[in-house]
């Protein structure tokens, strides 16, 4: 297990160019429901490494900020995989029209609660249950960090210790290996890379539990 900050950003370096040299041999999408499933994935990848490079530099504030959406923008990816429907899809990525107020969404998404609901029914079982776990345990902290609760006060105040930014590190690099597999399975890319990837790099990753059937 990697036990250094400086320790785990570099290895999570290393990590992030070999998902990045898969993501490349993927396949093209052309289908909406994949192009919305890719983006929120490269959303997704673009979170983790600003994580990366936030810790790095001492921004631990921020770094932990970015939990939520990117464990959102997951979720959303997921659940755009198989539980969205086509005419949603149709009407999500539509233009505004030319007098509607540029401040709304074009069409809102459901809440989380119901794209996990949705995801149990579609997806193996350990998939649901490491999202709901996961949400379980950071939900009300991260709301604290988004909306600028009393923990990022007192994280200020009292420093940020280096194994509480390792836990933040780690999850930031389970949630690209997830957005990396769903990619891999809207691309149709032959499978097997991303597991030789995570048995290299489970040192930077959160342990994993073995899955349920």
């Known amino acids: 297990m990697t036990n250094s900050l400086q320790e785990i950003l570099s290895r999570s370096a290393q990590m992030v160019a070999e998902l990045d040299e898969a993501w ?22 673009q979170h983790v490494l600003s994580q ?12 932990m900020t970015l939990v939520r959406p990117a464990f959102e923008s997951l979720v959303r990816a997921i659940w755009s995989l198989d539980g969205a429907q086509d005419a949603w899809l149709t009407r ?3 233009a505004p029209a030319a ?53 990022p006060v007192l994280q200020v105040i009292a420093g940020c210790p280096d194994q509480q930014q390792i836990a933040v590190a780690r999850n930031a690099n389970g949630f690209l290996m997830f957005a990396s ?32 059937p």
């Not at 490349?24 to 994935?41: I, K, M």
């Not at 509607?100 to 649901?128: C, F, K, Q, Y």
Request: aromatic letters at 6%; hydrophobic letters at 40%.
């Open 24 to 45: 490349s041999s993927h396949p093209e999408v052309t289908t909406q429901r994949g192009l919305v499933v890719l983006a929120y994935c490269a959303i997704v990848r």
């Open 99 to 151: 007098d509607s107020d540029p401040r709304n969404e074009t069409i809102t998404g459901p809440p989380v609660e119901s794209m996990l609901a949705t995801i149990r029914e579609t997806h193996p079982r350990w998939v649901s249950e490491a999202l709901v776990a996961l949400k379980d345990a950071t939900w009300k902290p991260m709301h604290s960090y988004v909306h600028g609760g009393v923990r």
């Open 52 to 63: 990366h490079r936030l810790l790095a530099n001492g921004f631990d504030v921020t770094a």
């Open 181 to 212: 597999n769903v990619r891999q399975i809207v691309c149709g890319a032959t499978p097997g890379l991303l597991g030789a990837i995570q048995d290299r790099f489970a040192g930077c990753l959160p342990p994993v539990a073995s899955p349920e």
């Open 92 to 94: 999500f990525l539509q």
